[in-house]
Nanobody
């Protein structure tokens, strides 16, 4: 079973910046993508950004130009730089790691989440 541990969350003012980190450990076979999602209580988890082991990245439209993801697949670590934060950026952020099981099926692993309270 893979384990993901996020860090770096915390209170920040609108317009401020924050950097989130996530380290994967344990059994995550065939790791090919790491990314970030966020979720407000009562809503579905929302895709934010992903980084692949082929050096490609993708972002949700709501964060393009403000957030930057970087993945280190040797050390199974992914970072998310959050700039120009808005009040609506304020839910819980979850780290994700996608790998392939021995049978070839994809599997997505999740961290426990880290809060990013944005308020003045």
């Amino acid at each position: 079973q893979g384990q993901l541990v996020e860090s770096g969350g915390g209170w920040v003012r609108p317009g401020g910046s924050l950097r989130l980190s996530c380290v994967a450990s344990g059994k995550i076979g065939g790791l090919y993508a790491m990314g970030w999602y966020r979720q407000v209580v009562g809503r579905q988890r929302e895709f934010i950004a992903t980084s692949t082991n082929r050096d490609t990245t993708d972002y949700a439209d709501s964060v393009k130009g403000r957030f930057t993801i970087s993945g280190d697949f040797v050390n199974k670590t992914v970072y998310l730089q959050l700039n120009r934060l808005k009040l609506e950026d304020a839910p819980v952020y979850y780290c994700s790691a996608e790998g392939l099981e021995p049978n070839g099926r994809p599997r997505q692993h999740w961290g426990q989440g880290t809060q990013v309270p944005v308020s003045s």
